[in-house]
């Protein structure tokens, strides 16, 4: 079975798409890791990476075209933060259509605009690699790392400022997107506020169908 897993930034769709491997037999695409393998292959997106912009629909595309031309794809598999709008969900249709295959979900983890916002901006991260935030994982003493004492930092991505920009551009692109898997009957609504193991419970609840 094929699956689409959608969200916006703070839902915790890396930690579901994690879950949803771990349990059941399916490979895992997300957008992030095969930009990253692409790179090898074309250098200019690279450059997009790096200067932190967002890579071209047609490259992104490109990149998922290839990656659905080796056969394991008929193991079934979990697209995770793809489409990220309707250009690109048209473009998949596409590549699905010739290759004979087909969607059976798309699951869009909810957790509106307020928490998504609260809970990208709470987060504190340690140059040791430990992460936490402000209310939900707090360290032992405010802004210091339990594990080697050092001031946590609040990374640029997640000030308040360029969330609120990233969302603009997010909310424009996913509502089309949402609208178009409704009507083909594909939509699931997850609700992403409960926590992580009801979320799965949701969303497996659907897989195991
Ligand atoms: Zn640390």
């Known amino acids: 079975m094929n699956f689409i897993l959608l969200?916006?930034?703070?839902?915790?769709?890396?930690?579901?798409?994690?879950?949803?491997?771990?349990?059941f037999n399916m490979l895992h695409f997300?957008?992030?890791?095969?930009?990253?393998?692409g790179k090898k292959l074309d250098?200019?997106?690279?450059?997009?990476?790096?200067?932190?912009?967002?890579?071209?629909?047609?490259?992104v595309?490109?990149?998922i075209k290839k990656r659905f031309e080796r056969d394991d794809i008929k193991k079934g598999f979990l697209l995770d933060g793809f489409p990220r709008n309707l250009r690109q969900a048209e473009q998949l249709d596409l590549i699905l259509e010739s290759k004979n295959i087909k969607i059976?979900?798309?699951f869009f983890m909810d957790i509106g605009f307020d928490e998504a916002?609260?809970?990208?901006t709470g987060r504190r991260v340690c140059e040791c690699g430990a992460s936490y935030h402000i209310t939900m994982l707090p360290p032992k003493k405010i802004g210091i790392c339990d594990y080697c004492e050092a001031d946590l930092i609040q990374?640029?991505?997640?000030?308040?400022?360029?969330?609120?920009?990233?969302?603009?551009?997010?909310?424009?692109?996913?509502e089309p997107l949402i609208k178009y898997y409704k009507k083909i009957k594909l939509?699931?609504?997850?609700?992403?506020?409960k926590d992580e193991k009801d979320v799965f419970k949701q969303i497996s609840s659907y897989i195991l169908q």
């Open 61 to 63: 595309i490109n990149i």
């Open 104 to 106: 059976d979900k798309v």
């Open 117 to 120: 916002i609260n809970r990208i």
């Open 43 to 59: 250098k200019t997106i690279n450059k997009f990476l790096l200067s932190g912009r967002l890579v071209p629909d047609e490259m």
């Open 155 to 174: 990374r640029d991505d997640d000030k308040e400022n360029v969330i609120r920009d990233r969302f603009t551009v997010y909310e424009k692109e996913i």
């Open 7 to 23: 969200g916006p930034p703070g839902a915790g769709k890396g930690t579901q798409a994690k879950n949803v491997i771990k349990n």
């Open 187 to 193: 939509l699931v609504l997850i609700d992403g506020l």
């Open 30 to 37: 997300s957008t992030g890791d095969m930009l990253r393998e």
